[in-house]
């Protein structure tokens, strides 16, 4: 194991103090991130004392450390997964190769694009997420919520690290401009469109957690597959943080879920509006949001046929999700049906089809939480059931892009779908309604009246800690 360097200004498991030109190229970054966080991250809440995790190691055990911390003085660092000894290629058509230690020049515009890509994602959700904390619903979901916005700031610097330490003054250029685009900016908007809807309610915030983050943790998957070992290592820690995500996302809608269960209980309805009445939001809402969010973080995992990623697999730039679980690493000669608009299925190579394969992967995924919500939606004697989306309805790239198809997945007239695209994704006043329900929260162990408490606290502390201490 490699212990992280605290005394020093950037803490590191990289031997960062080894490289004197690497450490003083990011010593000149911090200041510009530190500048960027006190503008665009969760401002107005510098002084609060946070009870926040810290990487400390990359330990599978122990990684982390907790206590209170005032966010800009939070240690973001740059943490590596150990080596794998004699890494080799694990597919494509290098299989079998020693991975690389360097990037090798026929890859690196390549290479340089997938990580700026995937950076650009991790300040962006900061700025999406900069003003909820005042609308908060519990001191436990604030502290959250903060975890989830450092550790995003750390995955930047994660990303920043590659940049500077193999891509040079291009590297070091682009990592300047991580900084200078602005999610929802008119001018300079982050490179995603997910990255740049607003999130300015909780539920938007779960749902983002649960959909996008878990978008973030196939994407980082597949990096960590990468035969560019220092990325594959990169990601592999970054792994370890995106977990809390969208525990963060399941347990949070969860509790959304447990909250109206118990008002339709109490009220002896299913009606919606007398469920908005009493404060908590109707279960056919929360579908909607559902869509909403998978499907814009479909859109993420791009075209369904995409020479690109062919490429970039057959290369060893970016594997499958989880490669070991296949047979077949090369995929030379297999081939992929593709279903398509017209109703037919179109034989496509597989290597050309691997964004579609990343999506079923993720979708599979995304099943998990549904079916917890589902049972308590059971156990508590309700028919209603939250489903996924079709991975069709509402695509704005690929093979789908603007078909109207329902999120049961029928291809409908063109003005049948746009009638009832409000009955499918939230509604200006639904989410009017929504907004009308965040009120902030902050006394210890209290909790607003749409979200059920957590089953319990973080780190085994009681609910009713007071995880923000705020000024
Ligand atoms: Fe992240
Ligand atoms: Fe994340």
Redesign the pocket.
């Known amino acids: 194991m490699s212990a992280i360097n605290y005394a020093e200004k950037i803490p590191n498991n990289v031997n960062l103090a080894g490289d004197r030109t690497l450490q003083r190229a990011l010593e000149h970054w911090q200041p510009h991130f530190l500048q960027w966080w006190h503008e665009m991250g969760p401002t107005d809440f510098e002084s609060a004392d946070v009870y926040l995790r810290t990487a400390v190691s990359v330990d599978a055990e122990g990684w982390a450390q907790y206590g209170p911390v005032h966010m800009p003085e939070y240690r973001w660092g740059i943490f590596l997964a150990d080596a794998a000894p004699n890494r080799k290629i694990g597919f494509g058509d290098r299989m079998g190769e020693p991975a690389w230690q360097q990037v090798p020049g026929e890859y690196r515009s390549t290479l340089r694009r997938l990580i700026v890509t995937q950076g650009d994602?991790?300040p962006a959700?900061v700025e999406q997420q900069r003003l909820l904390g005042h609308t908060c619903p519990s001191l436990y979901d604030l502290r959250n919520l903060f975890q989830v916005n450092v550790?995003?700031g750390r995955?930047l610097w994660a990303m920043v690290y590659l940049l500077h330490a193999y891509f040079g003054r291009d590297g070091r250029e682009e990592a300047e401009e991580l900084l200078a685009r602005h999610s929802g900016d008119a001018d300079k908007p982050r490179i995603l469109t997910t990255f740049n809807e607003p999130i300015s309610d909780w539920l938007s915030f779960f749902c983002f957690t649960y959909f996008t983050?878990r978008d973030?943790k196939y994407q980082l998957k597949s990096l960590a597959e990468s035969a560019f070992d220092p990325l594959s290592r990169t990601c592999r820690f970054?792994l370890t943080?995106?977990a809390h995500?969208m525990f963060v996302g399941e347990t949070g809608i969860g509790r959304v879920v447990r909250r109206t269960l118990e008002v339709m209980k109490e009220l002896g309805t299913e009606d919606p509006v007398k469920i908005r009445a009493a404060g908590a939001i109707d279960l056919p809402t929360l579908q909607k949001y559902l869509n909403f969010w998978c499907s814009s973080s479909l859109d993420l995992f791009g075209s369904e046929i995409s020479s690109n990623s062919a490429a970039n697999f057959a290369n060893g730039l970016k594997g499958r999700p989880d490669e070991d679980q296949y047979q077949d690493h090369v995929l030379r000669s297999a081939m992929f049906h593709m279903p398509m608009p017209d109703g037919k299925t179109e034989d496509v190579p597989m290597l050309n089809a691997l964004n579609e394969i990343m999506r079923e992967s993720y979708l599979k995924d995304c099943e998990i939480g549904l079916k917890r919500w589902n049972r308590t939606i059971e156990r508590a004697g309700h028919a209603f059931r939250l489903t996924l989306p079709s991975p069709h309805f509402r695509r704005s790239i690929g093979a789908w892009v603007n078909q109207p198809v329902s999120p049961e997945g029928k291809l409908l007239a063109r003005n049948d779908f746009e009638r009832q695209l409000s009955n499918w994704i939230p509604s200006d006043s639904d989410r009017a309604f929504v907004k009308g329900l965040m009120q902030r929260v902050a006394t210890p162990g209290k909790m607003a009246g749409w979200i059920a408490p957590p089953e319990r606290g973080i780190n085994n502390l009681p609910v009713e800690y007071e995880y923000v201490h705020l000024h």
């Open positions: 994602t991790e959700s550790e995003e995955h983050d973030g970054m943080e995106e995500h």
